[in-house]
């Protein structure tokens, strides 16, 4: 007789790790009682969740069962984009999407784009498997430039890469700025170790162009104009020189090109920055003192101000600062933009691009996919894009210039593929929407960009329907086209495992140690640049960047005005006179959870900050419905009349799906395809608008 299938416990606890495009990356458990998941907590053991998890990822079971979850492969039978599909099996819809890619590649597989972000931050359902199939197939390559890609080229300019202070020793700053962040809403868990800090009697400063619910908190906010902040830096080098708060021991032996950088700074006055940055002059004088005398000093940057034209210079002028003050030498000093290049990740091994086997396809840049979906085949551009693969993004709603966008996936002739765990904006486009599995059941490994700690994800439940992992639908779909490479029989633990480099920053962590213990902490110093070190050519803090030069770029941090505002653009500002930026939501990451019903219920609908005299001006009353318009679209939105943005400057919160948003348009629609200084990344907080 065959012995009985295993019983299942009654209830039992699964290691996991949020998957979620957020500096926490949270250690999870996941209650499990008879196969279904039930609760999921924050790891109290684990220092930087510490039991905590935010309102959206504490409903993550809520998101999991939605009865809205696609659970089984989709086709298109309405008009592209009319959302209508009927259910057909996996088999039929992965032969005839390998077929049609199939088709293009034979012709040129060029014409095959990938299109991906951070839905899951996991490096196995990320790039692993995916970038094997695309790579072997010799599609476009894409540069995942939408989020982090200007801060990104300007902290590797100074620093060597994304490192930085390990967010733990925040509690034990003396002076924190906060700068352009919100990071109650963005970064919660380290706000954790902001107010230990405050509590201990460290000074907060948030650097802001609106009164978030961070600025609240903090001692002093300075709202200064989106896009004014490299302004802003220099100023306050202007006055550290000036008063002689320097560690010219620090600056002496670890930095490169002080003596051009002191010159550059001296033309900054603070009188000069306020008018730029539009603060009292006095709110600069004061933010240098402390900058200057109160130490340890450390600066939480984060990526809101990097979405504009001079975002990556910005980032420059800001990461030059810790190492004039000599803050790198204490751990509770210096500054946090990512911590994700301490970590040590086989990119090789995963991805695998020795499957290129020579060939250097073609890059495009996600950040203009309105465009470049439109774009005909040309000797500049290379073929048309035929077919795109989607997957952990949503590019429908958050890529800017929607009107463009949309014009783009509406095309007839594009085969459109989206592997999804909801019909977004993006998968009504598809003509094939695929399942995906959620965070709870498949496997993963992940990093961190906010802390120190390697995290494993262990599948807790049975897929849902017919969901699949990403994995493993480009497993089935390389089977298909013929790619018999070892690497595509790989498993998800196998791929994991490949994650995790032998490198002394890794220690001896091992995904199967990972996989039992949750989390384990990278071997990297408290004060890594206590004394220089830094991963850069030099070795030193760069100032002055020779890389920079030789890319034909300043080779100092440069002060770069928008591209759309009141300054660099007076003709369109007659026009369209407010600065629009579009902030995350709290209750929504990104346009995840946008569909969740408690969440979306938080959250109200789609909501912009006016201020008092610019809705007097033009007759907005508190809560009305108004359009916020510009040459490229026009949005929908209802007002909160408000002091917590400045004159001349409009807050609307991101990112509602289109189809939830009153005229099925989201603020995507006035935003442009322009690219920003360094990473070519996008400019969404740089952006003119009228509303009426
Ligand atoms: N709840 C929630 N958490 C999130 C996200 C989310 O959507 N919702 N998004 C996640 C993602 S993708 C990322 S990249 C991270 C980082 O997230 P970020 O997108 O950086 O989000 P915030 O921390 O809100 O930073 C935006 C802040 O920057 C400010 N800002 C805008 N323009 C400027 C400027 O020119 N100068 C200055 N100084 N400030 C400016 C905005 O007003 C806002 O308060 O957070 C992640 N965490
Ligand atoms: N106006 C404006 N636009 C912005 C921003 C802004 O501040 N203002 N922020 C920008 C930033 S910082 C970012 S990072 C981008 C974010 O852009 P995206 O990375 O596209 O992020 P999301 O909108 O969260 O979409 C992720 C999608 O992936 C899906 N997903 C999650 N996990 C999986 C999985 O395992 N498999 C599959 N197949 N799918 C999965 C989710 O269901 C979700 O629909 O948006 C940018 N757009
Ligand atoms: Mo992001």
Same mark, same amino acid.
């Given at each position: 007789?065959?012995?009985p299938a295993?019983?299942?416990p009654?209830?039992?606890?699964?290691?996991?790790a949020?998957?979620?495009?957020?500096?926490?990356? =949270?250690?999870?458990?996941v209650?499990?009682?008879?196969?279904?998941?039930t +609760?999921?907590?924050?790891?109290?053991?684990?220092?930087?969740t510490?039991?905590?998890?935010?309102?959206?990822? #504490?409903?993550?079971?809520?998101?999991t069962?939605?009865?809205?979850?696609l659970?089984?492969?989709? /086709?298109r039978?309405?008009a592209?984009?009319?959302?209508?599909?009927?259910?057909?099996?996996w088999?039929?819809?992965?032969d005839?999407?390998a077929?049609?890619?199939?088709?293009?590649a034979?012709r040129?597989p060029?014409?095959?784009?990938?299109y991906?972000?951070?839905g899951t931050?996991?490096?196995?359902?990320?790039?692993?498997?995916?970038?094997?199939?695309?790579?072997?197939?010799g599609?476009s390559?894409?540069n995942?430039?939408?989020?982090?890609?200007?801060?990104?080229?300007?902290?590797?300019?100074?620093?060597?890469?994304?490192v930085?202070?390990?967010?733990?020793?925040f509690?034990?700053?003396?002076?924190?700025l906060?700068?352009g962040s919100?990071?109650?809403?963005?970064?919660l868990?380290?706000?954790?170790?902001?107010?230990?800090? /405050?509590?201990?009697g460290?000074?907060?400063? =948030?650097?802001?162009?609106?009164?978030n619910?961070t600025a609240?908190? =903090?001692?002093?906010?300075i709202?200064?104009?989106?896009g004014t902040?490299?302004?802003?830096? @220099?100023?306050?080098?202007?006055?550290?020189?000036s008063?002689?708060?320097?560690d010219?021991?620090?600056?002496?032996?670890y930095?490169?090109g002080?003596?051009?950088?002191?010159?550059?700074?001296?033309?900054w006055?603070?009188?000069?920055?306020?008018?730029?940055?539009g603060?009292?002059?006095?709110?600069?004088?004061?933010?240098?003192?402390?900058?200057?005398?109160?130490?340890?000093?450390?600066?939480?940057?984060?990526?809101?101000?990097?979405?504009v034209?001079?975002?990556?210079?910005?980032?420059?002028?800001?990461?030059s600062l810790p190492?004039?003050?000599g +803050?790198?030498r204490?751990?509770a000093?210096?500054?946090l933009?990512?911590s994700?290049?301490?970590?040590a990740?086989?990119?090789?091994?995963?991805?695998?691009?020795?499957?290129l086997a020579g060939?250097?396809?073609?890059?495009?840049?996600?950040?203009?996919?309105g465009?470049?979906?439109?774009?005909?085949?040309?000797?500049?551009?290379?073929p048309?894009?035929?077919?795109?693969?989607?997957?952990?993004s949503?590019?429908?709603?958050v890529?800017?210039?929607?009107?463009?966008?949309?014009?783009?996936?509406?095309?007839?002739?594009l085969f459109?593929?989206?592997?999804?765990?909801?019909?977004?904006?993006?998968?009504?486009?598809?003509? @094939?929407?695929?399942?995906?599995?959620?965070q709870?059941?498949?496997l993963d490994?992940?990093?961190?960009?906010?802390?120190?700690?390697?995290?494993?994800?262990?599948?807790?439940i049975?897929p849902?329907?017919?969901?699949k992992?990403?994995?493993?639908? %480009?497993?089935?779909?390389a089977?298909r086209?013929? %790619?018999?490479?070892?690497?595509?029989?790989?498993?998800?633990?196998q791929i994991?495992?490949? +994650?995790?480099k032998a490198d002394p920053?890794?220690?001896?962590i091992?995904?199967?140690?990972?996989?039992?213990?949750?989390?384990?902490?990278?071997?990297?110093p408290?004060?890594?640049f206590?004394?220089?070190?830094?991963?850069?050519?030099?070795?030193?803090?760069e %100032?002055?960047s020779?890389r920079?030069?030789?890319?034909?770029?300043d080779?100092?941090?440069?002060?770069l005005?928008?591209?759309?505002?009141?300054?660099s +653009?007076?003709?369109l500002?007659a026009?369209?006179?407010?600065?629009?930026?579009s902030?995350?939501?709290?209750?929504?990451?990104?346009?995840?959870?946008?569909?969740?019903?408690?969440? !979306?219920a938080?959250?109200?609908?789609?909501?912009m900050?006016?201020?008092?005299?610019?809705a007097?001006?033009r007759?907005?009353?508190?809560?009305?419905?108004?359009? #916020?318009?510009?040459?490229?679209?026009?949005?929908?939105?209802?007002?909160?009349?408000?002091?917590?943005?400045?004159?001349?400057q409009?807050?609307?919160?991101?990112?509602?799906?289109?189809?939830?948003s009153?005229?099925?348009?989201?603020?995507?629609a006035?935003?442009h !395809?322009r690219?920003?200084d360094?990473g070519?990344g996008? =400019?969404?907080?740089?952006?003119?608008?009228?509303?009426?």
């Amino acid at each position: 007789m065959a012995d009985p299938a295993p019983t299942q416990p009654a209830s039992r606890t699964v290691r996991g790790a949020c998957p979620h495009d957020c500096p926490d990356t =949270c250690a999870l458990l996941v209650t499990v009682d008879q196969g279904v998941a039930t +609760a999921v907590r924050g790891d109290p053991h684990h220092p930087t969740t510490h039991g905590a998890l935010c309102a959206k990822v #504490a409903r993550y079971t809520e998101r999991t069962y939605d009865p809205q979850r696609l659970l089984h492969p989709l /086709k298109r039978v309405g008009a592209k984009g009319s959302g209508c599909f009927i259910q057909v099996g996996w088999e039929e819809a992965l032969d005839d999407i390998a077929s049609r890619l199939r088709a293009i590649a034979d012709r040129d597989p060029e014409g095959v784009l990938p299109y991906s972000y951070a839905g899951t931050m996991g490096l196995v359902q990320g790039e692993a498997m995916a970038a094997r199939f695309f790579h072997k197939l010799g599609a476009s390559r894409l540069n995942r430039t939408i989020c982090s890609a200007a801060g990104g080229a300007g902290i590797d300019a100074v620093l060597g890469g994304k490192v930085g202070m390990d967010v733990e020793q925040f509690a034990h700053s003396r002076l924190i700025l906060i700068w352009g962040s919100n990071s109650i809403t963005s970064n919660l868990h380290f706000w954790t170790y902001a107010q230990r800090a /405050k509590r201990a009697g460290a000074k907060l400063v =948030c650097i802001d162009p609106w009164r978030n619910e961070t600025a609240d908190k =903090c001692h002093e906010h300075i709202q200064l104009r989106p896009g004014t902040d490299a302004a802003l830096a @220099y100023a306050l080098m202007h006055e550290l020189i000036s008063h002689d708060w320097l560690d010219q021991n620090y600056i002496d032996h670890y930095t490169l090109g002080f003596e051009a950088l002191r010159e550059r700074a001296q033309q900054w006055t603070p009188e000069r920055a306020a008018a730029v940055c539009g603060v009292p002059v006095e709110q600069i004088r004061q933010l240098a003192v402390d900058y200057g005398t109160l130490r340890p000093a450390a600066i939480r940057v984060n990526y809101g101000l990097q979405r504009v034209r001079g975002g990556g210079n910005a980032v420059r002028a800001i990461a030059s600062l810790p190492a004039l003050i000599g +803050a790198w030498r204490d751990p509770a000093g210096g500054l946090l933009l990512s911590s994700s290049s301490h970590f040590a990740v086989d990119s090789s091994a995963l991805e695998r691009p020795d499957l290129l086997a020579g060939r250097s396809p073609r890059t495009i840049n996600m950040t203009t996919i309105g465009n470049d979906l439109q774009r005909s085949t040309s000797p500049a551009f290379g073929p048309r894009i035929e077919a795109i693969i989607v997957y952990n993004s949503n590019p429908m709603a958050v890529a800017p210039d929607g009107e463009a966008v949309r014009k783009g996936f509406a095309r007839e002739d594009l085969f459109t593929v989206v592997l999804e765990h909801f019909q977004t904006d993006t998968a009504d486009q598809a003509d @094939y929407v695929l399942p995906a599995t959620t965070q709870l059941e498949h496997l993963d490994v992940h990093k961190a960009y906010g802390h120190r700690y390697w995290l494993a994800n262990n599948q807790a439940i049975e897929p849902l329907g017919e969901a699949k992992p990403n994995s493993q639908i %480009f497993r089935e779909l390389a089977r298909r086209m013929g %790619f018999t490479e070892a690497c595509f029989a790989e498993t998800d633990e196998q791929i994991a495992a490949h +994650a995790i480099k032998a490198d002394p920053r890794n220690g001896t962590i091992t995904f199967k140690a990972l996989r039992e213990q949750g989390w384990l902490k990278l071997t990297v110093p408290d004060a890594p640049f206590a004394q220089g070190a830094f991963p850069t050519p030099s070795g030193k803090c760069e %100032f002055w960047s020779e890389r920079e030069a030789a890319a034909g770029r300043d080779p100092l941090p440069e002060v770069l005005l928008p591209y759309e505002s009141e300054a660099s +653009a007076p003709q369109l500002a007659a026009r369209y006179p407010l600065a629009l930026i579009s902030p995350p939501a709290r209750n929504f990451l990104n346009s995840t959870f946008v569909n969740v019903p408690s969440l !979306q219920a938080s959250e109200g609908e789609p909501l912009m900050l006016l201020h008092p005299q610019d809705a007097a001006l033009r007759d907005i009353a508190d809560g009305q419905l108004a359009r #916020a318009f510009n040459d490229r679209g026009s949005y929908a939105c209802r007002v909160e009349v408000s002091t917590r943005t400045r004159p001349g400057q409009v807050v609307a919160f991101g990112i509602w799906w289109r189809k939830l948003s009153p005229g099925a348009v989201n603020v995507n629609a006035l935003t442009h !395809q322009r690219l920003t200084d360094l990473g070519a990344g996008p =400019c969404f907080y740089d952006c003119l608008i009228e509303v009426s």
